[in-house]
């Protein structure tokens, strides 16, 4: 089943502005991760924000966590067209046997114009 | 470094027949592996995940099969190829279940 949930699900901006995605999620985490996908390749990791923290920063993202009301955001500041990709969240999901694959969401594709 | 290597990049296969994916992963021991699917515009679908040799765990059930026979090689197989099985497989690794993934490129696989 679906655990993360990305809105929008599709953004266009000019280059130069911030983005903005947002992530919902069901059930308790250990960590949430975020992903890039440009189109036709493999996921890139882009940051992880553990459940005890609220914020993290690396580079031009910023990524928040509100464990509850269960969201995480994804900020891009100053975007630039490299940063035309699919964006995803991911929480990691337990099992009896231990921690299995990531839950992704659908993703939100975000269009930089020149 | 550890890098991911995963082949075919594309895929043409009819109806009926079988099918083997490989990935392999360099630079690391004893790494989880984890095998997906993406649809069209859609996120992605676990469908296997392997923390040690022939240990294989399944999330779905479906026509579609994999193995473990080596510590870094991760292999996705079917013996007849459904229409539905058409779609974007990624492969990938990560040190703890927990932690980053790392994906290879995937591959492009259409069902005719």
């Avoid at chain 2, 290597?5 to 630079?27: K, N, R």
Wanted: glycine residues 8%.
């Amino acid at each position: 089943s679906q655990q993360g949930e990305e809105d929008p699900q599709a953004l266009s901006i000019q280059e130069g502005e911030n983005a903005t995605m947002n992530c919902s999620y069901k059930t308790s985490i250990n960590n949430l991760q975020w992903y890039r996908q440009n189109s036709g390749r493999g996921l890139v990791h882009l940051i992880l924000i553990r459940s005890n923290e609220r914020e993290k920063h690396s580079g031009r993202l910023r990524v928040t966590l509100d464990t509850s009301k269960k969201s995480s955001s994804l900020l891009i500041t100053a975007s630039r067209a490299a940063d035309t990709a699919s964006y995803f969240c991911a929480t990691v999901l337990y099992s009896g046997g231990g921690a299995d694959g990531l839950t992704f969401g659908k993703g939100t594709h975000l269009i930089i114009q020149p | 470094s550890q890098t991911i290597h995963q082949w075919p990049a594309t895929l043409v296969q009819p109806v009926g027949s079988p099918l083997s994916l490989e990935c392999t992963v360099e630079g690391t021991s004893n790494p989880n592996l984890y095998w997906y699917r993406q649809a069209a515009g859609r996120g992605l679908q676990l469908l296997f995940y392997s923390v040690g040799i022939g240990q294989i765990s399944s999330e779905v059930p479906q026509n579609l099969s994999a193995s473990r026979p080596q510590d870094r090689q991760f292999i996705l197989s079917s013996k007849k190829l459904l229409l539905s099985d058409s779609g974007f497989y990624l492969c990938a690794w990560s040190v703890y279940s927990n932690q980053p993934q790392h994906f290879g490129d995937g591959t492009r696989l259409s069902i005719l």
